[in-house]
């Protein structure tokens, strides 16, 4: 999540998921995402984490990240 969290902001999450069939990734990302914006009832923005290739953001989101749920 961001630092700081205001009344309008987003909620960023850094997300991983298991290999999936064909297609089944779309379906688990815009899944995921669009349940945890219901939950919370704010803007949602998933992060997945193969995707960062900047060296300095993936440095600054491991310092920063908090684990929510690991299975």
């Known amino acids: 999540m961001k630092g700081e969290m205001h009344e309008g902001s987003d909620l960023d999450f850094l997300v991983e998921f298991e ?4 297609g089944g ?4 990302y815009f899944g995921l995402q669009e ?3 219901v939950l919370f009832r704010k803007s949602v923005d998933l992060v997945v984490t193969s995707a ?3 060296p ?3 440095q600054s989101v491991e310092a920063s990240r908090i ?3 690991a299975a």
Do not use: G
């Open 25 to 28: 990734y779309a379906d688990a």
């Open 52 to 54: 960062i290739r900047n």
């Open 35 to 37: 349940a945890l914006q």
């Open 56 to 58: 300095y953001f993936r």
């Open 19 to 22: 290999p999936l069939p064909e």
């Open 67 to 69: 684990p929510l749920y």
